[in-house]
């Protein structure tokens, strides 16, 4: 037996409530209108007025004025309440159908489709949670296609590059060389901390890679960073790292080994873009937030380019980023990684004149 559909149960149930209000209306009057037109009656006689040879002439008159009054007023009440309940069953049914249709073509691969809004509250909410959670699909499916795009694109010269060698030397056309085999290997390393990084960032964005959150000392870490990275800089280069941070720091809540990540990423990229000049490791407390920023005197990054800082392969430089060796994840990794343990990084930058990033995570609670 096929099932009706909620339009035809809306206007199924209007109907019902309608034939029990006329039932109800119908049967009570028919059972004591007339008794109480009798008494009526009586009443009149109590004052005076005979009317008793013609009672039973004005009580079948009542009657039949009654009936005629009723049957007229169902026709008419009820052609007016079937045609309503069908108009508010379609006026009530059509978002919905409206949802059906977006629906069917979001799934086929419109993203761009919305629910429009309506004037029924309830439905008017439906279609807003609608509505964001399409956008929030647009933006996964977009972001899916830029790391597809942005990934074949990384992908891609190192393999050509790969290929090219592998190709000389089989034709013979490249001598063999220990200088052939070291950009090899080099290639093959940045392939490898690549697929290294996505791995560790879907987990990140997964909430697969665990957090060990505990309470301990930022400032030893920190030295023992800055200490590992100071060994390799070398004499020769016009570059100083240095660490300005209080020994009274608060205890942190985190995970220590990615706050090392973290710093350690930031770290690199530092080095990585300050041929000289100064890079400064800071740590200080305001309330219950822990500050660590990274100060460098480097290239700097431009305005316009400071918003995409955080995002999943961006360079303000493609081709001098892939020849450093960068993967272009590493802040992204680090962004993931501080809101996880509850905090916030943001970076600021000015061409030519260098970068701060800095991050806050939250101190310890301390003991009463």
Request: contains cysteine; proline residues 4%; charged residues 25%.
């Amino acid at each position: 037996m096929p099932k009706l559909s909620l339009r035809g149960r809306l206007f199924f149930s209007y109907l019902l409530v309608m034939g029990i209000g006329i039932s109800t209306l119908a049967g009570l009057g028919w059972l004591y209108a007339p008794r109480l037109f009798v008494v009526s009656l009586e009443r009149i006689e109590g004052r005076g007025y005979r009317i008793q040879q013609m009672k039973t002439q004005l009580v079948k008159g009542f009657e039949f004025a009654w009936t005629r009054g009723m049957f007229w007023s169902i026709v008419m009440g009820g052609t007016t309440a079937v045609a309503l309940s069908y108009w508010m069953s379609r006026r009530i049914v059509r978002p919905l159908l409206q949802l059906e249709a977006v629906t069917d073509k979001f799934a086929a691969g419109h993203f761009a489709e919305r629910v429009p809004g309506s004037d029924i509250p309830e439905l008017s909410r439906l279609a807003a949670s609608f509505n964001r959670m399409a956008t929030e699909i647009e933006g996964v499916e977009q972001r899916r296609r830029d790391l597809v795009s942005d990934l074949s694109h990384e992908l891609r010269t190192p393999l050509t590059i790969v290929r090219g060698y592998l190709e000389g030397l089989a034709d013979g056309t490249l001598e063999p060389s220990a200088e052939i085999y070291q950009r090899l290997t080099r290639e093959t390393i940045r392939l490898q901390r690549l697929v290294n990084d996505l791995q560790e960032l879907s987990k990140l964005e997964a909430g697969y890679l665990p957090i060990h959150l505990q309470q301990f000392r930022l400032v030893p870490l920190l030295q023992s960073l800055v200490q590992r990275f100071s060994d390799q800089i070398s004499d020769q280069q016009p570059l100083r790292l240095e660490l300005a941070c209080a020994e009274t720091l608060p205890l942190v809540r985190a995970d220590p080994e990615r706050v090392e990540q973290i710093m350690v990423n930031l770290l690199s990229n530092a080095l990585r873009y300050t041929p000289e000049g100064s890079i400064t490791v800071k740590g200080w407390a305001e309330g219950d937030r822990v500050w660590t920023a990274v100060l460098d005197t480097g290239e700097g990054i431009a305005a316009d380019d400071l918003p995409h800082v955080f995002e999943r392969f961006w360079r303000a430089d493609r081709s001098r980023d892939r020849h450093s060796g960068g993967t272009g994840i590493g802040l992204a990794i680090c962004k993931r990684l501080v809101e996880l343990q509850g905090g916030q990084i943001f970076v600021d930058s000015q061409l030519g004149q260098g970068s701060t990033f800095r991050f806050w995570l939250p101190a310890a609670p301390k003991k009463i």
